[in-house]
Each structure stands twice: as C-alpha cells, then as structure tokens.
C-alpha cells in the first residue's frame, strides 16, 4: 500500500513557464512534508519542506503548498529553468524525531525545454 | 565537509556472494539511513539507526544486515546477494532538526548476476 502517490511520471515545461508537481498521501499521521530533487548518478538533494501547520512556504522559485484536508501537497516552480531538469521525490515523516523516517513516492521526472 | 561519503560506486557480484557496503558522515548526525532505488519505487528504507548503538528495520530489510560501528558510519552488508538485490543504494543522515532533512551520498551501484 503505497502512502505517498506521485501519479505522473514525468512532465515537460517550457524554459520560463510554471512547473506544477503534484503529491498525495493517505496517512494522515503525516505531519512533516519535504520535496527532494535528484540529477543522474548523483543522491537526493533536499529542496523545500513544508510542515503541517503551514499551508505554504516559499524558498526562491520553490514554493510548496500543503492541503491537509485533501492530503494533497504540489510544488511550484516559477520561473523554470533548464537546471531544473531532474526527478523530484515527495517525502512525508509522521514525527521529527530521532526514530522518524520518511516515506517517499516514486517521483516526478521533470524536463524544461529551452 | 566531505558530507556523506560512500563506497564502493560500482559493484558487480556473483548470486551468493556476500559484500558490505560502507557509509560515512562527518556532520556528526545522530540518525542514518540506507535506502535502496528501482526503477519506478523511488527510494525504500532498508534499516535505519536513530542513535549509535540501535538499528531498526525499514520496509525492505529481508536480505541485508546493518552495523552502527561508532556514530560516524554505518554499514550495510549482504551476506548472500541475490539479483533482486541489483538495485542503487543509498545512505542518508540527519541531526535532530524540525523539518526532518536527510542528507544523501552519491550512492553504489550494486549488480548481481
């Protein structure tokens, strides 16, 4: 039983469109949300995260917004550059302990055309 | 920082062969992780250690074994690999921080033929 869904496996933008990557969850213990980006042959890079007392939170381009009652999180990225090309993993915890893990979906392969 | 180090890159082994995996922050985070990535999974939690000296199963932990050697690496070892284990591993650690951000190595490429 999958807890965090990334149902589009990819997604292709224009160079300076908006980049919308969308997120569900079903456990609603969920409360820590974060969003990792990863380029080939390298590990996961933390991006943004978003905890459930926010609605939002904006870093630069990134912003991610979290609807708890639809258990539904996306990421926008505005403007998108061709750097931006890359999978984006969604990733949720129920806690911020020292036993949290995280949970992750299968990701979103993003690609920016120039 | 070196941040996490990870070794090998490549590996290539023979069903029923064993190997251990090594991993190795210098952040001095209490927790860390291994995860493994397929094609199409994303990433699984294999075993993770929230503190030197403990060691937890994730949700795909048949087949391997961990060691939390001292607080600055963590090992992964598969005593009799089979090809479902052909996969990229990842490991990850974090310090006790409100937002949960895991750092990640470079990770190893492991086949078994």
């Known amino acids: 039983d999958q807890q965090v869904k990334q149902n589009s496996p990819s997604l292709s933008v224009q160079e300076g469109r908006i980049s919308i990557l969308n997120c569900d969850y079903t456990?609603?213990?969920?409360?820590?949300f974060l969003w990792y980006k990863k380029y080939p042959a390298e590990g996961p890079t933390f991006l943004i995260s978003i905890s459930s007392i926010k609605d939002k939170n904006e870093d630069g381009r990134f912003t991610v917004f979290l609807n708890k009652s639809a258990k539904h999180l996306s990421l926008h990225i505005v403007p998108s550059q061709p750097g931006d090309s890359a999978v984006y993993f969604c990733?949720?915890?129920?806690?911020?302990?020292?036993?949290?893990?995280?949970?992750f979906g299968k990701g979103i392969t993003l690609s920016v055309r120039p | 920082n070196a941040g996490v180090t990870q070794t090998p890159k490549f590996q290539v082994l023979k069903t029923g062969q064993s190997m251990t995996l090594q991993c190795a922050q210098d952040m001095n985070h209490n927790s860390m992780y291994w995860y493994r990535q397929d094609p199409g999974m994303g990433l699984r939690l294999i075993y993770y250690s929230a503190s030197e000296g403990t060691t937890d199963k994730g949700e795909v932990p048949n087949g391997y074994n961990v060691s939390r050697l001292n607080k600055r690496e963590f090992s992964l070892r598969l005593e009799s690999a089979a090809p479902s284990q052909t996969s990229v591993y990842f490991c990850?650690?974090?310090?006790?921080?409100?937002?949960?951000?895991?750092?990640f190595g470079p990770g190893t490429r492991l086949t078994v033929l």
């Open positions: 990850a650690s974090r310090d006790l921080d409100p937002y949960n951000e895991q750092f």
């Open positions: 456990n609603s213990m969920f409360d820590y």
């Open positions: 990733a949720a915890s129920e806690e911020a302990g020292a036993n949290s893990k995280l949970t």
